[in-house]
């Protein structure tokens, strides 16, 4: 077998988990995500008042509820999902020739960011991957703090090569297309349901201060739209997912599904900015979207799954590792 230091070591990365579909472990879960000054980034003292005083005390009991709704008997949808696809991406590079080691890690929640740079302990070279295929300072940002603070006690280094998006990339591009063509001819549908591409939203501030998340959601379900010939009434941009009351990014896909609702509309959607299905895709889009849409007068609502550990998204995944090899 080979030297570890002569195999890349391929760290994918996803946001986390709770352990269990329970208030403890959701409490704990939450308390490290909503932590993250990338997350957050209002005052310290008066954000851990209001984290630890009201959002710490009410929202696990609720949210665990929504979490076991989606649990499945491997366990986190999102952890299960992208453990699959660490092993398929192993399997694929291994037929390649190609002599890498993959481990998975969690931002947060486990497996940690330290423990998979830990598994990979001796490669002198680290490609990062995290799963987000649009750039945000609140997501793919937060990841390289957090493997900087793992290097900065370390005396040796790694080369380390991280990327950091690929919302535009063809190779990505032609997963998501071929996903709806295939969900599309599940469904009998050729076209007829208008398609809303959804992605999970960041306070409106965040983009005024020179994030480039919304631009590079733009040229994803731009480049989407294009490559399954859609016209512009037939496609729509939305965010999902705003917590607060402040502004976050527009239009929202809850409003949107009222008024796609109320104006008797089919209506198919996909999230390209989740690389596995999750509790805001199975539950937020699935269930709580779909109900608002229907109890709107909608229609016809279907849900195109993330690209998971579909054999085209994993073909994208080695793209990107071996064009950094």
Avoid at 32 to 44: A, C
Avoid at 114 to 125: M, N, P, R, T
Avoid at 187 to 209: C, M, T, V, W
Wanted: proline share 5%; net charge neutral; charged share 25%.
């Amino acid at each position: 077998m080979s030297n570890s230091s002569e195999v890349t070591g391929v760290l994918l990365v996803n946001l986390g988990t709770p352990d269990e579909p329970t208030p403890k472990a959701v409490r704990k879960y939450l308390a490290e995500f909503l932590h993250d000054k990338r997350v957050v980034d209002i005052s310290r003292w008066i954000w851990c008042l209001i984290l630890h005083g009201i959002i710490l005390r009410f929202r696990p009991k609720r949210v665990a509820k929504l979490y076991a709704s989606i649990w499945t008997e491997q366990g986190s949808p999102l952890l299960a999902t992208t453990k699959a696809q660490a092993m398929a991406l192993q399997s694929l590079l291994d037929s390649d020739g190609i002599k890498t080691k993959v481990a998975l890690a969690m931002n947060y929640g486990h497996p940690s960011i330290a423990a998979g740079l830990k598994e990979l302990s001796g490669c002198k070279k680290v490609v990062v991957l995290p799963l987000y295929p649009q750039f945000s300072s609140a997501t793919t940002a937060s990841v390289y703090d957090r493997i900087a603070k793992v290097f900065k006690s370390q005396w040796n280094l790694p080369e380390l090569h991280f990327i950091s998006d690929y919302h535009d990339h063809p190779a990505y591009i032609h997963a998501l297309a071929e996903s709806v063509k295939s969900h599309w001819d599940k469904q009998k549908e050729s076209k007829k349901s208008k398609l809303i591409i959804s992605f999970h939203g960041i306070p409106k501030r965040y983009a005024d201060n020179g994030d480039p998340y919304p631009l590079q959601c733009a040229k994803t379900a731009k480049l989407l739209a294009q490559a399954l010939e859609l016209n512009a009434g037939e496609w729509q941009l939305t965010y999902q997912s705003r917590f607060g009351k402040e502004e976050w990014l527009q239009p929202y896909t809850d409003k949107t599904m009222e008024k796609e609702g109320q104006e008797g509309s089919s209506v198919t959607v996909i999230c390209p900015g989740f690389a596995a299905d999750c509790l805001e895709t199975l539950e937020e889009i699935e269930e709580e979207n779909k109900k608002l849409f229907v109890e709107n007068g909608g229609q016809s609502f279907s849900y195109v799954p993330c690209l998971n550990n579909q054999e085209v998204h994993i073909q994208m995944m080695a793209e990107l590792i071996k064009a950094r090899l």
